[in-house]
């Protein structure tokens, strides 16, 4: 079977790309009181859900900030840890992790391979998450109605009564879902076509939260998923772009993404009590591949963490596994300069990578309505 780790390669939600700098400012409202944060997704906002239940990620996975495996897919931090500390919270804890978590500011229910739809099959028979959008809703409404009754020394460790309807609640997930349909051999045209049924069942979720009182969404799109290794070393034949991405592959993004800011829409007029912020992360992440010497990076499109070929990208030769070279195993390990590299280990970015998207979403400048990171529970009649 394939590492687990391999699936996420699709794993959040774009819509039309812009300049890295060509939206205005954001508008000038009042900071929010979030005074926790509840997160969804898969493995771009997953802090060690698949790591406490079902697959530890190996060193070098961690080494830049935790010095460690920290149960992040990536050599350090992710956006969901940015944004916790900019709100001034401490990093989340995995909701599936048991030992020494704390839900006073939040939980995170992402897992790595997650997927809005129910997957088939799952781990360990096949590639994909259990713990799918669906079950996420159940955990977090198990959450919510078990966390009033702990008692004694644990009941400081549990968010407030009144924290689930001030939190603000943040998603990164879908990209699974397409990437299944890749795994599968269909056709570009057969996977845009699962994408109606894709948003049905992520609006029919965002409902079932907004009901357990959720009120402020903060929504990902996907990024560029033709620009990663994993896709460019699986599928060589693809049509590549100015910059070496595999065209198809992010127009399927793009169809999705605008499937989603489309469900958004509709969203906020079923929820009018409700704030959604649609987050363009695709156009930030794609300008690390138009541009990557202007923002201080090399090789975007080469692993930093790998071995061979021209993306070094070899799925039996995963990052922190090993390699049979000259009759000798060969540690796979990460490149000298991880912090001026985009992409970590074929599927997942660099904290470097991650820290300059962060820095770039949470300003409001690829947000819609485009409010900063810290004005998410305000609502605009122009969106």
Known sequence: MKSPRIISLFCSCMLLSH??????????????????????????SDTGGLSSSLYQAPPPYGETYFHKPAGRFSDGRL?????????????????????????SCGANFATAASTIRLPDPIIPAGRFSPFYLNIQYMQFMQLKSRSHFVGGIFASLMPKEEYFSKALYTFDIGQNDLGKGFFDNQTIQEVNA?????????????????DLGARSFWIHNTGPIGC??????????A???????????????????????EAIVQLRKDLPLATFTYV???SVKYSLYKEPKRYGFELPLVACCGYGGKYSFNSS??????????GSQIFVGSCKRPSARVNWDGIYYTEAAVKFVFDKISTGAFSYPPFLLKQACHRSLDY
């Not at 030769?317 to 000259?326: K, Q, R, S």
């Open 228 to 237: 990663l290794p994993y896709v460019l070393a699986t599928y060589p034949s």
């Open 194 to 210: 699962s994408v109606p049924d894709i948003m049905s069942k992520f609006s029919t979720n965002i409902k079932n939260i907004y």
């Open 317 to 326: 030769a995963e990052c922190g596994g090993t390699v049979a070279v000259n």
């Open 19 to 44: 300049d890295i700098t060509s939206l205005s400012p954001a508008l000038a409202l009042e900071d929010c009181e979030f005074p926790a944060i509840f997160n969804f997704g898969d493995s771009n």
């Open 280 to 282: 363009d992360v695709y």
């Open 239 to 261: 049509q590549k772009d100015e910059f070496g991405c595999a065209k198809s592959y992010n127009e399927v993004a793009q169809h999705f993404n605008h499937k989603l800011r």
């Open 79 to 103: 956006i969901i840890d940015f944004l916790a500390k900019s709100l001034g919270h401490p990093y989340l804890s995995a909701y599936l992790d048991s030992l020494g978590t704390n839900f």
